[in-house]
């Protein structure tokens, strides 16, 4: 795993902002009931509460390759 990798999902995960003011728009210009609304903010906490576990496992994994690398480094360094 690459840090780029993880660097685009963080950012992905900024989409939270963009789909909020999209519903928000929604609301605003339709009548939408609030069931319509509640539905769609329960897909929204479903969908992002996802995404930042895939982002936090991307992390994880990726402090786990650093500790790897780093112990693997001064093993070298030892000899």
Do not use: P
């Not at 929204?44 to 500790?67: G, T």
Request: glycine fraction near 2%; charge should be negative.
């Amino acid at each position: 795993m690459k840090i780029f990798d993880l660097e685009q999902e963080i950012m992905k995960a900024w989409h939270v902002v963009d789909d909020i003011q999209l519903l928000s728009e929604n609301v605003m210009e339709t009548d939408m009931s609030t069931d319509d609304i509640a539905n769609a903010l329960i897909g929204l906490e479903s969908i992002y509460n996802m995404r930042f576990q895939k982002v936090f496992n991307m992390f994880e994994d990726l402090c786990k390759e650093y500790h790897a690398m780093r112990k693997e480094q001064a093993s070298l360094i030892d000899v």
